[in-house]
């Protein structure tokens, strides 16, 4: 069974604060990537990577980085946290994309900014 | 790029009966159409999908259609239970590209 672990549910962090957000997956995927979820907005792409050491921006990449130092793990970086930060952030994993491949998600951290 | 709409994006349904949810893409290059549950708290789950060289595809309570032409799919539950209350999302992923998610269905059942 896919695992895609997030290490923090909850999160409450000053406006400023830097915050990290942690993800691993234990089924050696190539792909992984981080989403935020916005009621109404459905799923929206912050970062995606293909390969360690690896990143590309998704649609709304201002204010985050990444870092993916090892396979398994996929880190999504605020540098100065903002109030319009708080959402809730997904991370997501899969194999090299061929047609048909889904992805499998995390349980998701609920990151407060005040 | 990709776009995908979907509609309702509530539904409330009486148990027992079916619920439908479309959706629609712009990428004719789209070739693969998952569903997503996602129930209050929990990560979401793929419940089940279809390619773009199939018509339509059952899993039990569960189906989803595809019409290339008119580049929409739909998500068909019969027999609604309470347990199936939740969000359900749609996406499309165009050849080798990331998905494209939809906002979301707000699915409620009730007794």
């Known amino acids: 069974d896919v695992k895609v672990t997030q290490s923090s549910r909850y999160l409450v962090k000053r406006t400023g604060e830097k915050v990290f957000l942690e993800c691993v997956q234990d089924?050696?995927?190539?792909?992984m990537f981080w989403y935020r979820q916005d009621p109404g907005l459905g799923l929206r792409l912050i970062y995606f990577?293909?390969?360690?050491?690896?990143?590309e921006k998704g649609d709304i990449p201002e204010g985050y980085s990444v870092s993916r130092e090892k396979k398994e793990r996929f880190s999504l970086i605020l540098e100065s946290a903002s109030t319009n930060q708080t959402s809730m952030y997904l991370c997501?994993?899969?194999?090299?994309?061929?047609?048909?491949?889904?992805?499998?998600f995390g349980e998701g951290s609920w990151l407060t900014v005040v | 790029g990709e776009n995908v709409e979907q509609h309702p994006s509530t539904l409330s349904v009486q148990e027992g009966d079916s619920a439908v949810i479309k959706c629609t893409y712009s990428?004719?290059?789209?070739?693969?159409f998952p569903w997503y549950k996602q129930e209050l708290g929990k990560r979401p789950q793929l419940i089940i999908d279809i390619r773009s060289n199939v018509g339509e595809k059952k899993d039990q309570r569960i189906a989803v259609t595809l019409n290339k032409t008119a580049k929409h799919f739909s998500l068909h539950i019969t027999e609604t239970q309470p347990e199936d209350s939740a969000v359900y999302f749609c996406?499309?992923?165009?050849?080798?590209?990331?998905?494209?998610f939809g906002p979301g269905t707000r699915l409620s059942v009730l007794p």
């Open positions: 990577s293909y390969d360690v050491k690896m990143k």
């Open positions: 089924m050696d995927h190539e792909n």
């Open positions: 990428d004719s290059a789209s070739n693969y």
């Open positions: 997501a994993s899969s194999f090299t994309p061929v047609s048909g491949n889904t992805i499998y």
């Open positions: 996406a499309a992923r165009p050849g080798g590209q990331n998905f494209v």
